[in-house]
């Protein structure tokens, strides 16, 4: 409820936002009018601050539960409203969040060292990803692939941190790839591949299997690790040509008892 709540606001801002961000001045307009427009202004500038502070307090709100599920949630919703205000970091840089509008390079991410002033750069430093990892999920939809599968996986057979760049494990793994060939019949190839994970950006990247040049790439939110958005793109333009929601495939259902259904 809170999560609905906040995202209206939070689109009423971003629309309050943008349409400041063209003031009605008019040029020609005599010099009589200016003191008008900045009553206006101060008006917008007051209730965009009280907008401000009423996020600022549900964020707050949010923060303050107790319940590891809910700060997880809280924090994948966070990140949404980091999305929305935008990075404003050099495409190398990673911003520092928070109040702070602070740019360190991304190699200093999750390098043990403290290099933002709040620290943010050494915190959310858990791999979402192990050996033995296993994700699946269902193709939204697909321009580029040439055996457009039905779902898509992946699973990752190793991850190596490098002392030099502790901020960007690699990964090896496979690509893996369930599919309906043209004879009606089904099909499934695991493609061996190497790639990286990037703290800075919470993005698990595997490098092009194939001669295609299709890379894919899975964005998690860095507090969900059972998720993540996936794209399927071109490795030299960037273009992304195929999108797959992917989800932690829980291997022996048997073992955890958690709230799952059993067969
Ligand atoms: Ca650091």
Redesign the pocket.
Known sequence: MRGGTLSVLLLAVVAFAVADDKPHIEHHAAPAAAPDHRSDFEKIDTRLDSLTTRIGKLIENIDGRVDPARIKRAGSLKVRVQRLEGFHCGKREYQCGGDDPECVSNL????????CRNGH??ELCDLPTKAGDHFEGVVLWDKCTKRQPEKMGFEIKSVKVFPDFPGIPRLQGNVLIDYEGSDGRHGNVALPSSGYYKFSRHRLVLLAPETDGLGLACQFDGYNTDKCDGEILHEVTGEVCAKIAFQRVTEDDDEDHDDHHHH
């Open positions: 200093f991410i999750c390098d043990g060292h403290k290099d750069d050494e």
